[in-house]
């Protein structure tokens, strides 16, 4: 399977300097092949970075939705909303979201469910805290958040699910001196979340599910990560605001 490379600039980049970036990237990276990527703007420059990314192979995400199609929902996006200017991709129960703004996996499970009913594909973040992995919780929060969100989640389905590993404690939210995981700390969490998938589906299932990797992902330690056998790409912040620096990562990818 190619791995999967996505870009969430988080809240970051009005719609000029999205469309910029989106211009820089797909030069940069036009002769791609072995690898997929995606771009996750703020909903602002969607419908833009969208039209920019027309005609190319980089796929359209999204960083959020709500679960209903349409209401009374007062400042929310929906998921036929996305559809509409051409979302592929969605973040779901990113480590910010339940942090920030207390979603929980009741809320990010309705969320999933909505976007595979709407053949948007969830990237669905799971991750554990530096107090939980300190208390050696990281395997049991896992297991809460990925057995909560897939609820109702079948195996035919899960062919479209991506789930991102993030540790929290790794994400480097724009800090220079955050530690991401090693290469050996994320594939053993990715190992457990495949082995998690099996014991919930089927080995098929496990097998052929992408895990990518989310935590202070840059150039510097991409290669090494993207080797690990368990990982099948990642879910990059910080440095996928520099159109250079991600294309760096998909080139690491393609190795």
């Known amino acids: ?17 999205a469309v910029s970036a989106a211009k820089e990237l797909k030069l940069l990276i036009k002769n ?25 192979k980089i796929k359209l995400g999204a960083q959020n939705m709500h679960f209903e199609d349409s209401g009374a929902y007062t400042g929310d996006i929906s998921p036929l909303m996305l559809k509409g200017i051409g979302c592929e991709y969605v973040i779901l129960g990113h480590s910010e979201r339940r942090e920030f703004f207390k ?23 799971v991750g554990e805290t530096l107090e939980q992995r300190s208390s050696s919780k ?29 540790p929290v404690w790794a994400i480097s939210r724009g800090i220079s001196n955050t530690k991401p995981a090693t290469k050996e700390d994320a594939e053993e969490m990715h190992k457990f979340i495949r082995e998690f998938l099996g ?3 089927d080995s098929a299932t496990a097998k052929n599910a992408r ?9 510097e330690n991409a290669e090494e990560l993207l080797s690990m056998p368990n990982i099948n790409g990642a879910l990059v912040g910080n440095a996928s605001l520099n159109a250079k620096s991600f294309a760096e990562i998909v080139k690491a990818a393609e190795n």
């Open 1 to 17: 399977m190619k791995k999967l490379i996505a870009a969430n600039w988080k809240m970051n980049k009005t719609v000029p300097e």
């Open 32 to 56: 791609s092949k072995n690898a997929e990527v995606a771009v996750c703007p703020p909903f602002t420059a969607l419908e833009a970075v969208g039209k920019e990314l027309e005609k190319t």
């Open 103 to 125: 979603e929980d996996d009741v809320l990010i499970n309705k969320k999933v469910m909505s976007a595979l009913k709407n053949k948007l594909t969830p990237i669905l973040c």
């Open 138 to 166: 990281a395997r049991e929060v896992i297991d809460k958040q990925l057995r909560n969100c897939l609820d109702k989640v079948n195996a035919k389905q899960m062919q479209n699910v991506v789930i991102a590993y993030e």
């Open 199 to 201: 014991n919930i589906f």
């Open 211 to 219: 895990i990518i990797y989310g935590g202070s992902v840059k150039p």
